[in-house]
């Protein structure tokens, strides 16, 4: 029974941490170079993630500023942060490319707001669904006569109870990223 707690608890963190990720990527009106985390350049035909070819620095609190190592690369670069649809268009002054991070108006806010709520709400769902396939196995477990019934029963109970506290974890994270955005 404690594997299958372990990997629950593992599994959770997994939803956590995707959850976390998603958060990052969302445009909350100051730079945060983790926006550039999904960019991928074709960098002489293969693709790479932008963070493995250029420098990218916070040099003020609505910039982001993208160096690459090769020069050569810079046109592939604005033209991967285009087709990534992050929402700031590249300016390119021929040695580093600048995004200029515009400030929300309210009605983007409230749409980042629905958008995070969603996310959560997302994390929470998988969150139940490995606590589904947890209970499965200690049933499967019980079935094959490894525990007994009182087993199972506190086995369902201390799933709930990993399940409830990661559950308010991603309410904490959820809540927490509405302030960041709501805040002017």
Do not use: H
Not at 60 to 72: F, G, I, K, T, Y
Not at 101 to 121: D, G, H, N, Q, Y
Request: charged residues 40%.
């Amino acid at each position: 029974m404690e594997t299958v707690f372990a990997k629950t608890k593992e599994k959770m963190e997994k939803c956590l941490d995707s959850l976390e990720r998603d958060y990052k990527a969302v445009r909350a009106g100051r730079a945060n170079p983790a926006v550039l985390d999904r960019v991928v350049v074709d960098y002489y035909g293969c693709p790479t993630p932008l963070n493995q070819m250029a420098a990218i620095s916070v040099p003020e609190p609505r910039m982001l500023m993208v160096q690459p190592w090769d020069a050569s690369t810079l046109r592939e670069i604005e033209k991967a942060i285009n087709v990534a649809e992050i929402g700031i268009n590249p300016s390119n002054d021929g040695k580093v490319i600048r995004l200029a991070f515009p400030p929300l108006t309210e009605e983007r806010r409230k749409e980042l707001v629905k958008e995070i709520s969603k996310r959560a709400e997302e994390a929470k769902v998988a969150i139940r669904n490995v606590r589904r396939d947890s209970i499965d196995s200690l049933k499967k477990l019980k079935k094959d006569n490894e525990i007994t019934e009182d087993d199972l029963k506190d086995g369902e109970k201390k799933l709930q109870d990993i399940t409830d506290s990661y559950v308010k974890q991603t309410d904490e994270m959820e809540k927490n990223k509405e302030q960041e955005i709501l805040s002017i």
